[in-house]
């Protein structure tokens, strides 16, 4: 989070401004919000009785929830031109995958510009040239499936690969620390002309 705010920082000084979305998108819908929110309130109020939290600490618990973003929430800061975002999500069944005490999450970056999302994805596997056998992507699939019939996807191209297994996180921020602070923001959208960068039919 600290790095995306050296970004947010960084691209105010762009020609075109870019904005970098800070704000973590945590439940799929307004209901399940709801839920989530209704149940820290729950906890705090009992953490608090109970001596185990401060008030403080309770009022805490309750905001990261409310202030929590929801699928379409965020969709109408991805689909605003030039909003640069990371996703993560998990690979796999996370629900089962907490049993295990082992979750393991996966890191990429996304942009849409004019109908058109880029995204960069340090696990691409080349030669793939639709969106469905594209793989780990699970909440970027999610995104293109809420934006039909809201704002139009005409393009999706990937780029990226060569992750071991767990390097995605630092790839994917040494790719947006080369795109915003060496390369000023000039390349993002221009997917068509980079090397390596694929456009898969979906």
Same mark, same amino acid.
């Given at each position: 989070?600290?790095f995306?705010?050296?970004?947010q920082?960084?691209s105010?000084?762009?020609?075109?401004?870019?904005?970098?979305?800070?704000?973590?998108?945590?439940?799929?819908?307004?209901?399940?919000k709801?839920?989530?929110?209704?149940?820290a309130?729950? @906890?705090?109020?009992?953490?608090?009785q109970?001596g185990?939290?401060?008030?403080?600490?309770?009022?805490?618990?309750?905001?990261?929830?409310?202030?929590g973003?929801t699928l379409?929430?965020?969709?109408?800061?991805?689909?605003?031109?030039?909003?640069?975002?990371v996703?993560?999500?998990?690979?796999?069944?996370?629900?089962e995958?907490q049993? @295990?005490d082992?979750v393991?999450?996966?890191?990429?970056?996304?942009?849409?510009?004019?109908?058109?999302?880029g995204?960069?994805?340090?696990?691409?596997?080349k030669?793939?040239?639709?969106?469905?056998?594209?793989?780990?992507?699970?909440?970027?699939k999610?995104?293109?499936?809420?934006?039909k019939?809201?704002?139009?996807?005409?393009e999706?191209?990937?780029g990226?690969?060569?992750?071991k297994?767990?390097?995605c996180?630092?790839?994917?921020?040494?790719?947006i620390e080369?795109e915003?602070?060496?390369?000023?923001?000039?390349?993002?959208?221009?997917?068509?002309?980079?090397?390596?960068?694929?456009?898969?039919?979906?």
């Amino acid at each position: 989070m600290l790095f995306l705010e050296k970004m947010q920082e960084i691209s105010k000084t762009l020609e075109e401004k870019l904005s970098i979305c800070q704000n973590p998108v945590m439940f799929a819908s307004g209901e399940s919000k709801k839920l989530w929110v209704q149940a820290a309130k729950t @906890e705090s109020t009992t953490g608090v009785q109970n001596g185990k939290i401060t008030l403080e600490e309770g009022k805490t618990l309750i905001e990261n929830f409310t202030q929590g973003l929801t699928l379409s929430g965020f969709l109408k800061q991805l689909t605003t031109t030039g909003t640069l975002a990371v996703l993560i999500n998990p690979l796999g069944n996370a629900i089962e995958q907490q049993s @295990e005490d082992v979750v393991s999450w996966h890191t990429y970056a996304v942009i849409y510009k004019d109908g058109v999302l880029g995204v960069y994805d340090s696990s691409f596997v080349k030669g793939r040239k639709t969106f469905q056998s594209c793989t780990g992507v699970a909440l970027v699939k999610g995104f293109v499936k809420a934006l039909k019939g809201k704002r139009k996807v005409t393009e999706i191209w990937f780029g990226g690969g060569g992750n071991k297994g767990t390097d995605c996180q630092e790839m994917t921020r040494k790719w947006i620390e080369r795109e915003i602070v060496y390369q000023k923001g000039a390349n993002l959208g221009n997917w068509c002309q980079r090397r390596g960068w694929v456009q898969v039919e979906f």
